[in-house]
């Protein structure tokens, strides 16, 4: 696996940008000062829990418009979900249900630990109410600016733990954010395990946030996150003439395309790839290498 990291300071250097990609900002220097440094980091994804969170945080912003994870999640009895009456943009929240889903299943524990990821999702609103308190009492003006999302495509960044999904980032009110503003949209991302400085939110080096204005609307801003190493997606892991391997021995099929076909799991086995939608409901649109 390639090691590569980034960071970025802002403004006086309170804050800093953590993850396993490069860095392209092109807003005034008058407004926000960034340095890039060369941190080396893996993509260590433990058991799973670092590629699934990068990956809710995708479908989220995908499929809600918005990171709010305060506003838009609930942790009941040790189990998050999505809170009741939350407005779904896209497919009704299927992704997001979907990768929430795997606090209840797992299908080769050597790959993925359903308790452990709960566990973090759990433990993850304390992360991000504190790193909120504290923005709000020491650097107001640093708080994650009320946006809208709208993904716009997908880009890739040599040394990355996994394509990148680029967003546009507007104003809640549709206008166009400042690039000033937009470099603290990362401040949401605390949740999903972005780091900053005087922070510790997991270090998850999937997230990877960066600014770049390549493949962005003109006049608008974009931000962009490494989701998951392609367990999520249509990108595999494979050798001419053999199966395909999935990262974490999953992929997001809501249609069926690949069910019944041939896989490898990560973990060596051949199997098959199976839906188990009828009896784990919450994990619909998953297929997994069984």
């Not at 504290?134 to 650097?139: A, G, M, S, W």
């Not at 990362?186 to 770049?212: E, H, I, K, R, W």
């Not at 494979?238 to 999935?246: E, L």
């Amino acid at each position: 696996m390639k090691l590569f990291s980034i960071m970025m300071s802002v403004g006086v250097g309170f804050l800093a940008l953590q993850g396993c990609a490069g860095a392209e900002y092109t807003g005034d220097a008058e407004d926000v000062g960034v340095q890039e440094g060369a941190l080396a980091a893996t993509c260590v994804s433990r058991q799973g829990t670092n590629a699934s969170k990068a990956a809710l945080a995708v479908a989220m912003a995908d499929e809600l418009g918005r990171w709010e994870p305060l506003k838009d999640l609930q942790s009941v009895n040790g189990r998050v979900s999505l809170k009741s009456g939350v407005t779904c943009l896209k497919n009704a929240c299927a992704k997001t249900k979907a990768i929430l889903g795997q606090q209840d299943f797992t299908a080769d524990q050597n790959r993925f630990n359903n308790t452990s990821y709960g566990s973090d999702l759990t433990a993850s609103f304390d992360r991000q109410s504190t790193w909120i308190a504290r923005l709000t009492q020491n650097y107001p003006d640093r708080l994650p600016p009320a946006h809208k999302l709208k993904m716009v495509g997908t880009m890739t960044l040599t040394g990355a733990c996994g394509p990148h999904f680029l967003f546009q980032v507007d104003n809640a009110d549709g206008t166009a954010m400042t690039a000033a503003k937009a470099a603290y949209m990362s401040n949401a991302l605390c949740y999903y395990g972005q780091d900053a400085v005087g922070m510790s939110c997991g270090a998850n080096p999937f997230v990877g946030f960066t600014q770049t204005q390549t493949g962005c609307p003109a006049g608008r801003v974009c931000v962009a996150i490494d989701p998951d190493d392609g367990d999520s997606g249509s990108g595999t892991t494979t050798t001419a003439g053999s199966a395909p391997t999935y990262t974490l021995n999953r992929l997001w099929d809501p249609t069926n395309v690949k069910l019944n076909s041939q896989c490898t799991k990560t973990s060596g086995p051949l199997g098959t790839m199976q839906s188990k939608c009828s009896t784990a409901p919450n994990t619909c649109g998953f297929l997994y290498c069984m």
